[in-house]
T-cell receptor
Framework: DQQVKQNSPSLSVQEGRISILNCDYTNSMFDYFLWYKKYPAEGPTFLISISSIKDKNEDGRFTVFLNKSAKHLSLHIVPSQPGDSAVYFCAASPSNDYKLSFGAGTTVTVRA | DTGVSQNPRHKITKRGQNVTFRCDPISEHNRLYWYRQTLGQGPEFLTYFQNEAQLEKSRLLSDRFSAERPKGSFSTLEIQRTEQGDSAMYLC??????????????FGPGTRLTVT
């Protein structure tokens, strides 16, 4: 049972424009959410997180939005850069737990 | 800070053989996790250690799998009598003891296992 879903397997965006990645979850116990970025032949790299007490968290070019009622979160990257081309994973866990549940990932390609 | 390291990076083995992977976490991290990732999927949780204590094992971890973390430092993941379905990327992650539970986990580069 896939509790975290990333329904778009791929996204292509022009350099300088905004990338929007979406993630839906089904487990109402999830209240801590993270985004990871993964390059080929490397492990996932932590990008940004948000807890359920917030609806937005920003770190430089990366902003995560959380809509608890819709069980939906999104990652905005602006402006997109060629180095942002990678696979992005959404992950979630309950606050009293430690294991992360991951989505299947979205492959982002930033075109010059 | 040298990050999380994993060895070997690649392992090819024949079905029925045993394999062992090693993970060295970030030195001050007391929590260590193992995940498995197959093609087109995100990482799936396998097991978790706090110091040397293994606190949870996923149902994905059959009795052919065993993990240890002696002295709360490095960890090993052993797979006995490998099957072709064990072919995957095995990822190790660690997190800080000073962080909240949960806290961001830092991943190693993974060990890619191919069972022929």
């Amino acid at each position: 049972d896939q509790q975290v879903k990333q329904n778009s397997p791929s996204l292509s965006v022009q350099e300088g424009r905004i990338s929007i990645l979406n993630c839906d979850y089904t487990n109402s116990m999830f209240d801590y959410f993270l985004w990871y970025k993964k390059y080929p032949a490397e492990g996932p790299t932590f990008l940004i997180s948000i807890s359920s007490i917030k609806d937005k968290n920003e770190d430089g070019r990366f902003t995560v939005f959380l809509n608890k009622s819709a069980k939906h979160l999104s990652l905005h990257i602006v402006p997109s850069q060629p180095g942002d081309s990678a696979v992005y994973f959404c992950a979630a866990s309950p606050s009293n737990d430690y294991k992360l549940s991951f989505g299947a990932g979205t492959t982002v390609t930033v075109r010059a | 800070d040298t990050g999380v390291s994993q060895n070997p990076r690649h392992k090819i083995t024949k079905r029925g053989q045993n394999v062992t992977f090693r993970c060295d976490p970030i030195s001050e991290h007391n929590r260590l996790y193992w995940y498995r990732q197959t093609l087109g999927q995100g990482p799936e949780f396998l097991t978790y250690f706090q110091n040397e204590a293994q606190l949870e094992k996923s149902r994905l971890l059959s009795d052919r799998f065993s993990a240890e973390r002696p002295k709360g430092s490095f960890s090993t993941l052993e797979i006995q009598r490998t099957e072709q379905g064990d072919s995957a990327m095995y990822l190790c992650a660690s997190s800080s003891k000073t962080g909240p539970v949960p806290s961001e986990q830092y991943f190693g580069p993974g060990t890619r296992l191919t069972v022929t």
